[in-house]
Each structure stands twice: as C-alpha cells, then as structure tokens.
C-alpha cells in the first residue's frame, strides 16, 4: 500500500523558518514526481512545489526564493525547507506522489507572531 506521512509543521514567527518532511511508502521512490500543495482556509489549493526523478525542481512564484524543495531517494523522503515565512504562507500543506495522485494527510504551519 502507497502512504506519504508528512511532518515538520508548526507554529512559527513571521520570518522564520520551517523544514516539512515526507516520507513514502510502498512505491519506488526514485522514479516518482514529489510535490508539496498547500491550502489555507478558504483558499484554493496551491502547487507550491515540484522535484522530478532528476532533481528538476519548480516553483509557485509566490515562495521562489524562500522555499526550497529536494529529495533523498535512500531515505523515500522529500524535504520542503521554508524560510523568511509570511503570514500568508500559513496553510496546510500536503506531499503529493504527482503521478499516482496520491495524498498525505497534511501538516498544518501557522505563521503568527
């Protein structure tokens, strides 16, 4: 059975940093397109971030330059590095195997001072 467990949220300050992790299960990993997808309350969904097999990687114009996405095959974890956080970039975020569209359940960061 395919399973991501995402981790790493939290409460943060605003301008400060946080490291989300996902960690599958069940699948080759190496060859899987990882993404993290966000949602804030009343919000629509958000591609945040994608990292191909290869280490390609893309962003959502509103975190490049702060987030930064990357992978460890050995480890079947995809890393989401986040810093200078805004408010606005508070949201549940989600670890997506892109072609499989399968879901983790979701780690909640909350930017507030």
């Known amino acids: 059975q395919v399973q991501l467990v995402e981790s790493g949220g939290g409460l943060v300050q605003p301008g400060g940093s946080l490291r989300l992790s996902c960690v599958a299960s069940g699948i080759t ?3 899987a397109i990882m993404a993290w997808i966000r949602q804030a309350p009343g919000k629509q969904r958000e591609l945040v971030a994608s990292i191909s097999s290869g280490g390609t990687t893309n962003y959502a114009d509103s975190v490049k330059g702060r987030f930064t996405i990357s992978r460890d095959n050995g480890k079947k974890t995809v890393y989401l590095q986040m810093n200078s956080l805004k408010p606005e970039d508070a949201a549940v975020y ?3 195997i ?3 569209d399968i879901w983790g359940q979701g780690t909640l960061v909350t930017v507030s001072s």
């Open 94 to 96: 989600y670890c997506r």
């Open 29 to 31: 990993f190496s060859t």
């Open 98 to 100: 892109v072609s499989l």
